[in-house]
C-alpha cells in the first residue's frame, strides 16, 4: 500500500473508531503512532531508534508552550463557577416579567437566558441542563408543545461556543494560526444574528400557531409590586422616577415606610433611586463609549503614531496629508449616530414617563439579577475587543469577576469551588491531550502524502471560490451528524486550512461560518448532545424522538444564517476590519 493510501486509511480509521466510542485524544495519538511508525520504518535501525518517537515529544511540547491555550483553562473556570455560583432562576422570572406580553413569553425569556448564561459560561451542556431544570417544566405546565420548548433550550444553549468568549473559537485560532481577538470580533455580529433569527421564529411560530404556546393566567404574569412601592406612589407620586427623586429631596415621609422589615433608609432610597436611573445609564454609557472610541480615541491614536521623517536644517516645514483616522469619522457617521441617540433618548423618556410601580419592580428585579453578570460579561469582551488586554489577561480578569460575583450572591461554598476547578482541570487535560493527539495525526497524515493528495484532488476539480466554500461547509454540516466539534475543529478544518489561500477566502470568514455550522453539530442527530443532556432532565414522558423533532427547525436557520453570512460578508468582517484594520 503506498504512503498516500496509507494516509486515507489513517483518515477513515479515526472516524470509525471514534464512532465505536474510544476516546478521541488517545486514538489520535495511537493512530499516529502506529502510522507514524510505519511512514519512519527504517530495517536497518533499531525500532526503538524510530523517528516517530521523537516527533511525539516535539509535537508535545508544541502543544504545550502554544500561548493561545492559557486562555481556555481561565474562560472554562469562569463557566463553571457561573454555572455553580450564580442565581439562574431569578434571571429567568425577571426577564420572564419583563417579556410577558410577548406571544411565547417563555420560550422567549428562555432563549434570551440560554444566550445571556451561554456567553457567560460557555458550557453547552451546563446551559441546556439549568434551563431543562428551570424553565423545561413551566413550559409543558402552561401547556406549550413539547417541540417547542425542547428546541428552544436545546438550541439556545448552542450558543455559548458560538458568542465570544468562547472556547470553540480559541482552539480555532490555535489550529488555524489567526488572531483570536479577530475571531471573537468576527463571531460576535454572527452570533447575536442567530440569536435574532431564532428569536423571531418563535415568536412567529407562536403568532400563527397560538396553541402551542398558550397565553400565561394573569397570576403567572401578575407583578408583585411591595408595599412599601404602593404607599411611596401614595405619598408622592403614582410616577416612581417622581416619586423617588421627591423623596431624596424630603424624605421625612419615606423614612416612615419599611422595607424587609426595617424602616426605610436615606441609603435605601438613594439606591432605588439609582436602580430608577439604568436606563438613563445604559443609554448614556452606550452612545459615550461609542464616541468615544471612534470620534476621540481614533484620531487621538492616529496623531501619535504619525512618526516624520528627520527635517533638513533650515528647509521648509512639510505638511503631510492627514490620513483617515485623522480627518475624523465622515458624516455618514453622524447622521447615524445623531438618528441612534435620538431613538434611544426617545426609548428613555418613554420608559420615565410610564415608570409606575409594576415597570420599577420589574427594572429592580432585572437590574439585581442581569446587571452583574452583563456587566462582568461586557468587561470581559471590551477589554479584549479594544485591545486592552489579551484573551488570556482577560480570561483572568473573567475568572476572578466570576468568583466575587458568586461570592456576593452567597451561593458559592468551598465544596461547589473544589468541583468548579476539578471539573476545569478535566476539561483543561481533554482540550490539551486533544492538541497533542490532533498534531501528531496532521502531522504524520502530512509525512505520508494524504494532505496533498487530498488538496490536488480538490484542486483537480476546477471548482470557483464560491464552490469550495459550499463544498467545504457541506462536508462539515455532515460531519456534524456523528461527532461533536472538538473532532471536527481538531481533525478536519486542519485539511481545508491549507487550501483556503488558492481559492482566496478569507480564513477569518471561513472560520466564523465554521462556527456556526457546528451549531448544527449539537442539534443533528445521531450524536445530538444537546438532546441528550435535556433528555436526562426532562420528564419521563417526553421522548427523544419529540427533542429531536423540536430541533430539526433550527438546523434550517442555521443554514440560513450561513447563507446571508455568505451573501452579506460585511457582517462577519466589518467588526474586526475597523477595529484592527486589514
Not at 480570561?395 to 468541583?419: C, I, M, N, S, Y
Amino acid at each position: 500500500m503506498s504512503d498516500p493510501a496509507l494516509g486515507l486509511l489513517m483518515l477513515t480509521l479515526i472516524v470509525i473508531v471514534i464512532l465505536m466510542g474510544f476516546p478521541t485524544a488517545f486514538t489520535l495519538m495511537g493512530l499516529g503512532m502506529f502510522f507514524g511508525f510505519i511512514a519512519f520504518y527504517d530495517p536497518s535501525q533499531l525500532w526503538t531508534h524510530n523517528k516517530v518517537f521523537e516527533l511525539m515529544v516535539q509535537r508535545t511540547y508544541g502543544a504545550m508552550t502554544n500561548d493561545v491555550l492559557i486562555s481556555i483553562p481561565l474562560f472554562v473556570l469562569m463557566g463553571y463557577v457561573m454555572e455553580r455560583g450564580a442565581l439562574v432562576d431569578k434571571m429567568f422570572y425577571s426577564i420572564q416579567l419583563a417579556f410577558r406580553r410577548l406571544p411565547a413569553s417563555l420560550a422567549v425569556a428562555t432563549l434570551i437566558v440560554c444566550t445571556f448564561w451561554g456567553i457567560a459560561s460557555g458550557l453547552v451542556g451546563a446551559v441546556v441542563v439549568l434551563m431543562g431544570v428551570i424553565a423545561f417544566n413551566p413550559m409543558l405546565r402552561a401547556g406549550y408543545d413539547v417541540r417547542l420548548a425542547s428546541g428552544v433550550i436545546t438550541a439556545g444553549g448552542t450558543l455559548g461556543i458560538l458568542i465570544p468568549p468562547s472556547v470553540m473559537i480559541i482552539v480555532y485560532a490555535a489550529v488555524a494560526g489567526q488572531s483570536v481577538v479577530k475571531l471573537y470580533a468576527a463571531a460576535m455580529l454572527p452570533g447575536f444574528f442567530l440569536a435574532f433569527l431564532y428569536l423571531v421564529y418563535v415568536v412567529g411560530w407562536a403568532m400563527i400557531n397560538p396553541k402551542i404556546a398558550p397565553p400565561l393566567p394573569e397570576e403567572q404574569t401578575r407583578v408583585k409590586v411591595p408595599e412599601w412601592v404602593r404607599k411611596l406612589q401614595t405619598l408622592y407620586s403614582p410616577n416612581l422616577f417622581v416619586a423617588l427623586s421627591k423623596a431624596l429631596v424630603s424624605p421625612a415621609q419615606a423614612r416612615n415606610l419599611e422595607i424587609d422589615g426595617k424602616p426605610m433608609s436615606y441609603g435605601a432610597i438613594l439606591q432605588n433611586f439609582a436602580i430608577s436611573l439604568v436606563p438613563f445609564l445604559l443609554t448614556a454609557v452606550t452612545l459615550g463609549i461609542i464616541w468615544w472610541y471612534v470620534v476621540i480615541h481614533q484620531q487621538a491614536g492616529a496623531a501619535s503614531e504619525a512618526v516624520e521623517g528627520l527635517q533638513q536644517l533650515g528647509s521648509a516645514a512639510a505638511t503631510p496629508e492627514p490620513s483617515a483616522a485623522q480627518k475624523g469619522p465622515g458624516s455618514q457617521f453622524y447622521i447615524g449616530f445623531a438618528i441612534v441617540a435620538l431613538l434611544m433618548a426617545a426609548w428613555s423618556l418613554r420608559s420615565y414617563l410610564r415608570m409606575d410601580g409594576e415597570r420599577f419592580e420589574v427594572l429592580r428585579l432585572l437590574t439585581s439579577s442581569v446587571m452583574p453578570l452583563g456587566i462582568l460579561t461586557v468587561v470581559v469582551l471590551g477589554v479584549i475587543l479594544f485591545g486592552i488586554t489579551t484573551a488570556t489577561e482577560s480570561a483572568g480578569v473573567g475568572a476572578a469577576g466570576a468568583f466575587l460575583l458568586a461570592l456576593h450572591a452567597r451561593t458559592l461554598d468551598w465544596k461547589r469551588t473544589k468541583e468548579a476547578v476539578f471539573l476545569t482541570a478535566k476539561t483543561t487535560a481533554m482540550v490539551c491531550w486533544l492538541f497533542v493527539g490532533s498534531a501528531l495525526f496532521s502531522a504524520v497524515f502530512a509525512i505520508l502524502g494524504g494532505q496533498a493528495l487530498l488538496e490536488s484532488w480538490v484542486l483537480s476539480l476546477n471548482m470557483s471560490p464560491v464552490q469550495f466554500m459550499i463544498l467545504s461547509q457541506a462536508i462539515i454540516f455532515v460531519l456534524g451528524w456523528p461527532l461533536e466539534w472538538t473532532e471536527i475543529i481538531i481533525i478536519f478544518v486542519p485539511i481545508f486550512l491549507p487550501m483556503l489561500k488558492h481559492f482566496g477566502i478569507d480564513p477569518i470568514l471561513w472560520g466564523t461560518l465554521v462556527f456556526v455550522n457546528l451549531q448544527a453539530a449539537f442539534l443533528s442527530p445521531p450524536v445530538a448532545m444537546s438532546a441528550f443532556y435535556l433528555k436526562g432532565v426532562a420528564p419521563k414522558h417526553v421522548t427523544l424522538n419529540q427533542i429531536f423533532a423540536g430541533m430539526m427547525p433550527y438546523m434550517l436557520i442555521v443554514i440560513l444564517c450561513m447563507v446571508i453570512m455568505y451573501l452579506w460578508p460585511g457582517m462577519t468582517l466589518w467588526l474586526p476590519r475597523y477595529l484592527y484594520g486589514g
